[in-house]
């Protein structure tokens, strides 16, 4: 059975920094690209980027909304994809999910609840 | 950057009805569209890829279809458990984006 486990959400400051990680369980994950979106509370749904396998470089995709302050990376031999989030702002208050592929996703985690605030 | 709109925002039915949920692409994406169905506080979970391709596990009822900037995903006698927001998401071009979404509510 294939499993995605978000961890690493927390209330932090303004500015500050957090690592969330996407472990993964039941598949070669090092196949697979890994996703990151987020949801606000109330709102929809926000794609916030990838990284491919490392077949294909290892490259990532972010959106305009978070280039510059987050990174995604993985480390295969433990199965599991990150996603730095530096210099955090408020509105970057979410529930952040991982997914399983590039183009459609079809395995997720439960989410990780990040909340920006001082 | 693609823009994804929904229509309805928001639709109230009752069990058996077919349901029509429409997504329009502001640019042209191919068959490069998806749907996802997200009851509340639950992950999403995917119903339909490329416009069209069914899911293993997902009721037959869920059908997709179209192309380029116009697609619609069809639920055929609706039932309780269809209650839920379903979202559009395109993976034509980056950055990748959803719809707003459009919410269920069963009467």
């Known amino acids: 059975e294939v499993q995605l486990v978000e961890s690493g959400g927390d209330l932090v400051q303004p500015g500050r920094s957090l690592r969330l990680s996407c472990t993964v369980s039941g598949v070669t994950f090092g196949d697979y690209a890994m996703s990151w979106f987020r949801q606000a509370p109330g709102k929809g749904l926000e794609w916030v980027g990838l990284?491919?396998?490392?077949?294909?470089?290892?490259?990532?995709q972010y959106a305009a909304s978070v280039r510059g302050r987050f990174t995604i990376s993985r480390d295969d031999s433990k199965s599991i994809a990150y996603l730095q989030m530096n210099s955090l702002k408020i509105e970057d208050t979410a529930v952040y999910y991982c997914?399983?592929?590039?183009?459609?996703?079809?395995?997720w985690g439960q989410g990780t609840l990040v909340t920006v605030s001082s | 950057e693609v823009v994804l709109t929904q229509s309805p925002d928001f639709q109230s039915v009752t069990p058996k009805e077919k349901v029509t949920i429409t997504c329009r692409a502001s640019?042209?994406?191919?068959?490069?569209l998806h749907w996802y169905q997200q009851k509340p506080d639950q992950s999403p979970k995917l119903l339909i890829k490329?416009?069209?391709q069914s899911i293993s596990g997902v009721p037959s009822r869920f059908s997709g279809s179209g192309s380029g900037t116009d697609f619609t995903l069809t639920i055929n006698s609706l039932e309780a458990e269809d209650a839920a927001a379903y979202y559009c998401h395109q993976s034509n071009s980056f950055p990748q984006t959803f719809g707003q979404g459009t919410r269920l509510e069963i009467k």
């Open positions: 990284i491919r396998s490392n077949i294909y470089g290892g490259t990532t």
């Open positions: 640019q042209t994406i191919g068959y490069n």
């Open positions: 490329y416009a069209s």
């Open positions: 997914g399983r592929g590039s183009a459609f996703f079809d395995y």
